[in-house]
């Protein structure tokens, strides 16, 4: 036995001690190709996504044996034409870079139906949509009235009037409404014979309730904000100070901070912009003020900015600030990134990345910390314009963890797809009703909207129910947006 | 020499000691926290390195299981073996050794094995020259340690002694009744003793009293304390302990009919007999139809192990209930009776006494013991915990060891180190591998960055453990057949079902090597570190 043990313990080292850098190579990309006088080479690969999933791929005219989701190893550096085809969709084509010991990603691949299958929803005809971002409701517009509008939740596929039959509220017309994200309640401006009123609208699954907050507003307020999961205050900004409102007491806070030219609400926190500039945040009474470091070049930026403006919060210590004339600016680099024109911007919290837009063109910048650090920021560096060629976009979203962009133009709807190494792709997808907003649910995949004959239908762009979910914390993305090429 | 014990040292032996009681626990710690900081810094170097040793364990079990199987065989070839017949041929060596070579081998396969190893044997003892002495004067000393057993719980052990192959006539039991004991446990050890008294050379009950000086509360010194009395029984007998082959068994042991005729043989057949240990093939079959599955996975992998290291005799150190040499037990001064790993301890102690001139036989002969089962089953996972902490224990010997090894000028350098990275390298392994396999494996994916995320060895390293997992897949197949062959006959409700249940249990591998072995042998190790010496825990067991 003990023979025996020593030379199988040999064998066993030999094996281990030969297999284990070839392991190791196979690993890290390295190929043996005896015969062809090269030798190791060194190799890349490329990984392929998609969704739906299941789309057979090929690689110029080779078609691989797996489908995706799959990754295609041991390729020689140099470029490939990948192409994938699935049933009923769009073929997607690209031809990919794959460089030495390096993976090439393509993960959030969307192949688009040939026909899109449109669920219609609710007979109209429907005016208008109000989207109500970060809720499983939206608002259909079918009147002037306020009884003309109807509540839609999406996640039930059930629509109701928003109001009874027997609301006080019956005749009201609409004059104009505010919404915030991630809140259940709008606040609408109507009138009615007996004036105008502000009123409160709460939109729950059941009931809408409705507080008239008239008293609340003496005058005609310039902006007023509200924290989404908040239902009880509101911010109002009037003659240069912040007024604070009480909904449930119906009591009203007078210029709990003066000297405004700027504010944003987060985490229960309110963010000033004085009128000399200086930044602060103060606790919902106005009090507790925090200045935040004094900075030359946001000084400077912020001074060449007129008028009112919003503040947004990125995060702890990245804030945005959006001028009445559509000026964009961070409190870090860039500092002011657009100089006017910005009407909307979504951003894309995991990546820290903004999506803007003005008329005619489509924008992203990466904000983003790990950004930051990687890539000395110019100031005043401008976002990178994806699309040029807009007439007048008015929306536009976040699609697939940041991978797309859908907007509208009008009445056109598009998707243009940024994981790409060559051109961007643009796809138009539908058209609407002129003059109606479209809203895009990422936790459904689907694009609800007015067809052009005025009813609530609906596409699905992400298949949810196919992809698959790993544990593993998504890849942070890089590589590809130095390549993005302007449409 | 040094003094087998952590007791009394001073100057440059303490602070030895606590550097090799250190060792151990820090080596396994630096490692645990030592991969994912190495991870973090450094994703594709550390991926890499738990590739290499993900490869390292794969064909590290390819290895055992190879012995394993090997070691099966060996113990199945065995199981027909007449090792009285063998015993009483040794008696009149010559004439059996030249029948013997006369008789052609049977063609069955594993009789033929047999045979042909047993004439070796017999070869080598007649070259030796050191004749073994008469059987019908060898004399078995059994020692059973009870402490907080019921009647239950230990009559079938002596009932197993009782209908042996080997003369019952020439076995003195010692039952080692700890002062402590409850008056209903006393009062079972007497029964007992009155019950099979006349059955057996004699039924000793040995009470070992409380604090007596230099002892802590372990089994060591019970036993050590009831062996002095059975010597001075024996001298008073006039039987030399040269004569006399010493089993020292747990409460709940049951041996197999052929146990003290294969040791008889043994003994005999060992040139060295009164230098060497006999180490059985502990089962835990006594209850395994009951326990739950963990207890019992755990526990049919301990077997497992002792199957695989008695293939490895040159290296085997004793475990559990195990049998020595009369007069090497009296020459080395018993087994320690402050170290709770008595077991591994006296093959130690003997091994250092007798300066590397000390082995271990293994036996293919199985005894029998309870898995560890205490009514509830949380109750039974904290008890087989303790249990499994109380084995890691064992690494209390490594400072003993290492300061014995730096004394003795005597032992081989190549045995020293053979023995050291061994002991070593066995404990560590066994604290820190589920958790690198099972845990510390993924951290690189975790913490992946854009730099380790954009490599191709992102894509391939999950692949490639993916597929080192699957071929360890057929060892656990492997594991999961031999496990089925070793079970016990048993008269059970849908045999087929349960045994069924029994092979799908070994799913369970990855959790009770990560949190029933694992995690037991790194607090032991952790506690060795901070020099928080263990009480002794006596395992509870309770049979249905």
């Given at each position: 036995?003990?023979v025996l043990?020593k030379i199988v313990?040999y064998?066993?080292?030999?094996?281990?001690?030969?297999?284990c850098p070839?392991t190791i190579?196979?690993?890290?990309g390295?190929?043996f190709?005896?015969?062809?006088?090269e030798?190791i080479v060194?190799?890349?690969l490329?990984?392929l996504?998609?969704?739906?999933p299941g789309?057979?791929?090929y690689?110029?005219?080779?078609?691989?044996t797996?489908?995706t989701?799959?990754?295609?190893r041991?390729?020689?550096?140099?470029?490939?034409?990948?192409?994938?085809?699935l049933k009923h969709?769009?073929?997607?084509?690209?031809?990919?870079?794959?460089?030495?010991?390096?993976?090439?990603?393509?993960?959030?691949?969307l192949?688009l139906?040939t026909?899109?299958?449109?669920?219609e929803?609710l007979?109209?005809?429907f005016?208008d949509?109000?989207p109500l971002?970060g809720?499983?409701?939206?608002l259909l517009?079918?009147?002037p009235?306020?009884?003309d509008?109807?509540?839609?939740?999406?996640?039930?596929q059930?629509g109701?009037p928003?109001?009874?039959?027997?609301?006080?509220?019956?005749?009201a017309?609409?004059?104009?409404?505010m919404?915030?994200?991630?809140s259940p309640?709008l606040?609408?401006?109507v009138e009615?014979?007996r004036?105008?009123?502000f009123?409160w609208?709460?939109?729950?699954?059941?009931e809408?309730?409705i507080?008239?907050?008239t008293?609340?507003?003496?005058?005609?307020?310039?902006w007023?904000?509200?924290?989404?999961r908040?239902r009880?205050?509101?911010?109002v900004?009037q003659?240069?100070?912040l007024?604070r409102l009480e909904?449930v007491?119906?009591a009203?806070?007078?210029?709990?901070?003066?000297s405004v030219?700027?504010?944003?609400?987060?985490?229960k926190?309110i963010?000033?912009?004085?009128?000399?500039?200086t930044?602060?945040?103060?606790?919902?009474?106005?009090?507790g003020t925090?200045?935040?470091p004094?900075?030359?070049?946001?000084?400077d930026?912020?001074?060449?900015v007129r008028?009112f403006l919003?503040i947004?919060?990125l995060?702890s210590?990245?804030?945005?600030?959006?001028?009445e004339?559509g000026e964009?600016?961070l409190?870090?680099p860039?500092?002011q990134?657009?100089r006017?024109?910005?009407?909307g911007f979504?951003?894309f919290?995991?990546t820290g990345?903004?999506?803007l837009?003005q008329k005619?063109?489509?924008?992203?910048?990466?904000?983003?910390?790990?950004?930051q650090?990687?890539?000395?920021?110019?100031e005043?560096?401008?976002p990178?314009?994806i699309?040029r060629?807009g007439d007048?976009?008015?929306?536009?979203?976040?699609?697939?963890?940041?991978?797309?962009?859908?907007f509208?133009d009008?009445?056109g709807v598009?998707l243009?797809e940024?994981?790409?190494?060559?051109?961007?792709?643009l796809?138009a997808?539908l058209r609407?009703?002129?003059n109606s907003?479209?809203?895009?649910s990422e936790?459904?995949g689907?694009?609800?909207?007015?067809s052009?004959?005025?009813d609530?239908?609906?596409?699905?762009?992400?298949?949810?129910e196919k992809?698959?979910q790993f544990?593993?914390p998504e890849?942070?993305?890089?590589?590809?947006k130095?390549?993005?090429?302007?449409? | 020499m040094i003094?087998?014990?952590?007791q009394?040292?001073?100057?440059r032996e303490?602070?030895?000691e606590r550097?090799?009681e250190?060792?151990?626990?820090a080596?396994?710690?630096?490692?645990l926290?030592g991969m994912p900081c190495?991870a973090?810094w450094?994703p594709?170097?550390?991926?890499?390195?738990i590739?290499?040793f993900e490869?390292?364990?794969?064909?590290?079990?390819f290895y055992?299981?190879?012995?394993?199987?090997l070691?099966?065989?060996?113990l199945?070839?065995e199981k027909?073996?007449?090792?009285?017949e063998?015993v009483?041929?040794?008696d009149?060596?010559?004439p059996?050794?030249?029948?013997?070579q006369?008789?052609?081998?049977?063609s069955?396969?594993k009789r033929r094995?047999s045979?042909?190893t047993?004439?070796?044997?017999?070869?080598?003892l007649?070259?030796s020259?050191r004749?073994p002495?008469?059987?019908e004067?060898?004399?078995h000393l059994?020692i059973f340690p009870?402490?907080?057993?019921?009647?239950?719980i230990?009559?079938?052990?002596i009932?197993?002694?009782?209908h042996q192959?080997f003369?019952s006539k020439?076995?003195?039991?010692?039952?080692?009744?700890?002062e402590?004991?409850?008056?209903?446990?006393?009062?079972g050890?007497?029964?007992i003793?009155e019950?099979?008294k006349e059955?057996?050379y004699d039924?000793?009950?040995v009470?070992h009293?409380?604090g007596l000086?230099g002892e802590a509360?372990v089994?060591?010194?019970?036993?050590?304390?009831?062996?002095r009395?059975?010597?001075?029984?024996l001298?008073?007998k006039h039987?030399?302990l040269?004569h006399?082959?010493v089993?020292?068994?747990?409460?709940?042991?049951v041996?197999s009919l052929?146990y003290?005729?294969?040791?008889?043989y043994?003994?005999?057949?060992s040139p060295?007999r009164?230098q060497?240990?006999f180490q059985p093939?502990p089962v835990?079959?006594n209850?395994i139809w009951?326990a739950?599955?963990?207890?019992r996975v755990?526990?049919?992998?301990?077997?497992?192990?002792?199957l695989?290291?008695?293939?490895?005799?040159e290296?085997?150190v004793t475990?559990?209930?195990?049998?020595?040499s009369?007069s090497a037990l009296?020459?080395?001064g018993?087994?320690?009776v402050?170290m709770i790993?008595?077991d591994?301890?006296?093959?130690?102690?003997s091994?250092?006494h007798?300066?590397g001139?000390?082995?271990?036989?293994?036996?293919y002969?199985?005894?029998?013991?309870?898995?560890?089962s205490a009514?509830?089953?949380?109750?039974?996972?904290?008890n087989?915990y303790?249990?499994?902490?109380?084995w890691a224990?064992?690494?209390?010997?490594?400072?003993?060891?290492?300061?014995?090894f730096?004394?003795s000028?005597?032992i081989?350098?190549?045995?020293?180190i053979?023995?050291s990275f061994?002991?070593?390298?066995g404990h560590?392994?066994w604290?820190?591998w589920?958790?690198?396999?099972a845990?510390?494996?993924?951290?690189?994916?975790?913490?992946?960055?854009?730099?380790?995320s954009?490599?191709?060895f992102?894509?391939?390293a999950?692949?490639?453990t993916?597929t080192?997992?699957h071929l360890?897949?057929?060892?656990l197949l492997?594991?999961?057949?031999?496990?089925l062959?070793?079970?016990?006959?048993?008269n059970v409700?849908?045999?087929?079902?349960?045994?069924i249940?029994l092979?799908?249990?070994?799913?369970?591998v990855?959790?009770?090597?990560?949190f029933?072995?694992a995690?037991?042998?790194?607090?032991?190790?952790?506690r060795?570190?901070?020099?928080?010496?263990?009480?002794?825990w006596v395992?509870?067991?309770?049979?249905?």
């Amino acid at each position: 036995m003990l023979v025996l043990r020593k030379i199988v313990f040999y064998f066993f080292v030999i094996i281990y001690l030969i297999l284990c850098p070839l392991t190791i190579l196979y690993a890290l990309g390295y190929l043996f190709r005896p015969g062809t006088g090269e030798g190791i080479v060194k190799t890349g690969l490329i990984d392929l996504s998609t969704a739906p999933p299941g789309a057979s791929v090929y690689i110029g005219k080779s078609r691989y044996t797996e489908k995706t989701p799959t990754t295609l190893r041991s390729l020689l550096p140099g470029e490939y034409p990948v192409k994938l085809i699935l049933k009923h969709h769009i073929p997607w084509t690209q031809t990919v870079p794959v460089e030495a010991e390096k993976a090439t990603v393509l993960e959030k691949i969307l192949l688009l139906p040939t026909a899109f299958k449109h669920e219609e929803l609710l007979s109209g005809p429907f005016q208008d949509l109000i989207p109500l971002p970060g809720n499983h409701f939206f608002l259909l517009v079918q009147g002037p009235d306020l009884e003309d509008l109807y509540v839609y939740d999406w996640k039930e596929q059930k629509g109701r009037p928003l109001l009874s039959s027997d609301s006080p509220f019956q005749g009201a017309k609409v004059l104009s409404h505010m919404t915030v994200e991630e809140s259940p309640a709008l606040l609408v401006r109507v009138e009615l014979k007996r004036g105008e009123k502000f009123l409160w609208v709460t939109l729950s699954n059941e009931e809408t309730v409705i507080e008239d907050l008239t008293s609340l507003f003496p005058e005609k307020p310039l902006w007023i904000e509200w924290e989404g999961r908040d239902r009880n205050q509101l911010f109002v900004f009037q003659r240069g100070s912040l007024n604070r409102l009480e909904i449930v007491s119906k009591a009203i806070y007078p210029k709990i901070v003066s000297s405004v030219r700027g504010y944003g609400l987060a985490n229960k926190a309110i963010y000033v912009l004085r009128n000399d500039n200086t930044f602060e945040r103060v606790d919902q009474a106005g009090k507790g003020t925090e200045r935040f470091p004094q900075n030359p070049s946001l000084s400077d930026s912020l001074s060449s900015v007129r008028g009112f403006l919003k503040i947004k919060s990125l995060s702890s210590d990245t804030f945005l600030f959006w001028g009445e004339r559509g000026e964009l600016l961070l409190n870090r680099p860039p500092y002011q990134f657009v100089r006017s024109g910005v009407t909307g911007f979504e951003i894309f919290p995991q990546t820290g990345r903004l999506l803007l837009w003005q008329k005619n063109r489509l924008g992203i910048l990466d904000v983003s910390e790990e950004r930051q650090r990687e890539e000395k920021i110019q100031e005043g560096q401008e976002p990178l314009w994806i699309f040029r060629k807009g007439d007048k976009i008015e929306q536009a979203f976040w699609v697939y963890d940041g991978s797309h962009i859908l907007f509208r133009d009008r009445e056109g709807v598009f998707l243009i797809e940024l994981e790409t190494y060559g051109k961007p792709k643009l796809y138009a997808l539908l058209r609407v009703r002129k003059n109606s907003a479209i809203f895009y649910s990422e936790e459904s995949g689907k694009l609800y909207f007015l067809s052009v004959e005025g009813d609530l239908s609906s596409v699905e762009l992400l298949p949810r129910e196919k992809i698959l979910q790993f544990p593993f914390p998504e890849r942070k993305e890089g590589k590809k947006k130095s390549e993005i090429q302007k449409l | 020499m040094i003094s087998f014990s952590r007791q009394n040292l001073e100057g440059r032996e303490k602070r030895l000691e606590r550097f090799f009681e250190i060792l151990p626990g820090a080596t396994s710690w630096t490692i645990l926290l030592g991969m994912p900081c190495l991870a973090y810094w450094k994703p594709i170097f550390a991926a890499i390195l738990i590739i290499a040793f993900e490869l390292y364990w794969l064909l590290r079990l390819f290895y055992m299981t190879l012995f394993l199987i090997l070691s099966y065989l060996r113990l199945s070839l065995e199981k027909k073996t007449e090792w009285m017949e063998r015993v009483e041929g040794l008696d009149h060596l010559d004439p059996y050794l030249q029948r013997l070579q006369e008789v052609a081998l049977p063609s069955d396969f594993k009789r033929r094995i047999s045979l042909w190893t047993h004439r070796r044997e017999a070869e080598a003892l007649r070259e030796s020259g050191r004749m073994p002495p008469p059987s019908e004067i060898i004399h078995h000393l059994v020692i059973f340690p009870v402490a907080k057993e019921g009647r239950n719980i230990i009559e079938p052990g002596i009932e197993s002694l009782a209908h042996q192959k080997f003369p019952s006539k020439r076995i003195l039991v010692v039952y080692a009744v700890e002062e402590r004991a409850s008056g209903d446990v006393k009062e079972g050890v007497w029964e007992i003793q009155e019950k099979y008294k006349e059955s057996f050379y004699d039924v000793l009950i040995v009470v070992h009293p409380d604090g007596l000086p230099g002892e802590a509360r372990v089994k060591g010194a019970n036993v050590s304390y009831a062996a002095r009395e059975a010597a001075a029984y024996l001298e008073r007998k006039h039987i030399p302990l040269e004569h006399v082959v010493v089993s020292c068994f747990d409460a709940d042991t049951v041996v197999s009919l052929d146990y003290f005729g294969c040791l008889t043989y043994h003994f005999m057949i060992s040139p060295d007999r009164n230098q060497v240990s006999f180490q059985p093939i502990p089962v835990y079959h006594n209850n395994i139809w009951e326990a739950p599955g963990l207890a019992r996975v755990l526990d049919i992998g301990s077997s497992f192990f002792q199957l695989i290291e008695a293939t490895h005799p040159e290296k085997l150190v004793t475990f559990s209930s195990h049998s020595m040499s009369g007069s090497a037990l009296v020459e080395v001064g018993y087994w320690p009776v402050d170290m709770i790993s008595d077991d591994s301890a006296i093959f130690w102690k003997s091994y250092l006494h007798f300066e590397g001139r000390y082995r271990v036989v293994p036996m293919y002969v199985t005894l029998s013991m309870d898995v560890v089962s205490a009514g509830s089953w949380w109750k039974t996972i904290r008890n087989v915990y303790r249990q499994k902490r109380r084995w890691a224990w064992g690494v209390e010997n490594f400072p003993l060891v290492m300061r014995g090894f730096l004394k003795s000028d005597t032992i081989p350098l190549t045995q020293k180190i053979r023995h050291s990275f061994k002991l070593f390298e066995g404990h560590v392994a066994w604290a820190t591998w589920p958790l690198l396999l099972a845990v510390v494996g993924w951290i690189p994916a975790l913490f992946a960055g854009r730099e380790f995320s954009d490599t191709v060895f992102y894509y391939s390293a999950p692949r490639i453990t993916a597929t080192i997992f699957h071929l360890a897949f057929l060892s656990l197949l492997t594991t999961v057949l031999l496990s089925l062959g070793l079970l016990p006959k048993h008269n059970v409700k849908h045999p087929l079902r349960k045994k069924i249940g029994l092979a799908l249990e070994w799913l369970l591998v990855p959790l009770s090597a990560t949190f029933l072995s694992a995690l037991p042998a790194l607090d032991a190790q952790t506690r060795l570190l901070f020099g928080k010496y263990m009480e002794f825990w006596v395992t509870d067991k309770s049979r249905r």
